[in-house]
Nanobody, 125 residues
Framework: VQLVESGGGSVQPGGSLRLSCVVS????????MGWFRQAPGKEREGVAFIDSEGITFYAESVKGRFTISQGNAENTLYLQMNSLKSEDTCMYFC?????????????????????WGQGTQVTVS
């Protein structure tokens, strides 16, 4: 399974960006897909996920500002980011897992995911 992110860039505080992630072999492989982020020197953290039933869940730090969604073809994952803050500056990764890993908190945990993209940088300044 390959995941390729795009859409990162530089934006001023209060601005918006939309990240995209194209996933190969979605139909047979992905039970849950998520967005994660990592700042230099910090651990990777969960941002949001969406599962095969369309259930979504967000980290408290982005709730109300970010929206995760899938394209009509289901093999594309999006993250709409509004009202961006300087603390949102990170490398953003999409990830997929092929099985049910349990609770919502577990689905937001990086270690629960099997397949990862290379990341796309978001800078807010």
């Amino acid at each position: 399974v390959q995941l390729v992110e795009s859409g990162g860039g530089s934006v001023q505080p209060g601005g918006s960006l939309r990240l995209s992630c194209v996933v190969s072999e979605y139909t047979y492989m992905s039970y849950c897909m998520g967005w994660f982020r990592q700042a230099p020197g910090k651990e990777r953290e969960g941002v949001a996920f969406i599962d095969s039933e369309g259930i979504t869940f967000y980290a408290e730090s982005v709730k109300g500002r970010f929206t995760i969604s899938q394209g009509n073809a289901e093999n594309t994952l999006y993250l709409q980011m509004n009202s961006l803050k300087s603390e949102d500056t990170c490398m953003y990764f999409c990830a997929a897992v092929e099985k049910d890993v349990g609770t919502k908190l577990l689905r937001l945990r990086p270690s629960s995911y099997t397949f990862w993209g290379q990341g796309t940088q978001v800078t807010v300044s």
